[in-house]
């Protein structure tokens, strides 16, 4: 296939594909996983491990000696000010991987939680952190719900991505929207990346067949029962679908359309001579 990374604000990667570090049994699984998924971003709960714990086996200790960009993210948090300060944390701690060209600050993954039974962000709350944390000079890329509206304002405050869900985080439902993905697309001017909700290669492949920019995912692979080998399918998922979009669908048609010409078929000339 053509050469066609992701740009992620002045940054490329080969890869479209950025995974989630948790929910797997140990560190070595979730290594197996991500090399195998082939993701070049990998995206870590702030809140959920313990930041300082380099011992033998863990986490950061992963993290620290792979050539993965880690995203931070604000999993956990319900208040913009609560994400803000989580994220500022990540870069004082220089958690994250360095910089863009563009930018002064991290790239990081905001999350604020609106309910907890659904996971549904809370829109006001992620669009006053995307905000505050634009002007502190990160590269912001929220989770935010399938709304054209929300996203052209999350775009608006300066992030640099708009990640709208596929379905309830964890859930495994699939795209349940394509129509307000296909909006989103249609007028956003920066990458749409689906995060949440995608079950199975399948579905990856779909969100990038309508022409999303990359999907972020973690549990769909993680709770595989062979994580490695969903990893390396979603991959693949991701990359077919890239291709048959780039490649451009054949118009869906009401009746059937002969895979053969009709014109001259043999027998069909009056004048031709018979054959004995």
Known sequence: MRHDPLVLAGRSFESRLIVGTGKYKDAEETERAIDASGAEIVTVALRRVDLRDRSSGSLMTLLARKRWLVLPNTAGCTTADDAVRTLRLARELEIAGPPSPSHSGPMVKLEVIGDERTLYPDNEQTLEAARLLVK?????????????????????????????????????????????????????????????????????????????????????????????????????????????????????????????????????????????
């Open 136 to 276: 502190e000079g990160f590269v912001v890329l929220p989770y935010c719900i399938d709304d054209p509206i929300v996203c052209r304002k999350l775009e608006d405050a300066g992030c640099a991505a708009v990640m709208p869900l596929a379905a309830p985080i964890g859930s495994g439902l699939g795209i349940r929207n394509p129509h307000n993905l296909a909006i989103i697309l249609e007028r956003a001017k920066v990458p749409v990346i689906v995060d949440a909700g995608v079950g199975t290669a399948s579905d990856a492949a779909v969100a990038m067949e309508l022409g999303c920019h990359g999907v972020l995912m973690n549990t769909a692979i993680a709770h595989a029962k062979d994580p490695e080998l969903m990893a390396a399918a979603m991959r693949d998922g991701v990359r077919a679908g890239r291709a048959a979009f780039l490649a451009g669908r054949m118009p869906r048609r009401r009746y059937a359309n002969a895979s053969s010409p009709t014109d001259g078929l043999v027998g069909t000339d009056a004048s031709a001579p018979a054959i004995e």
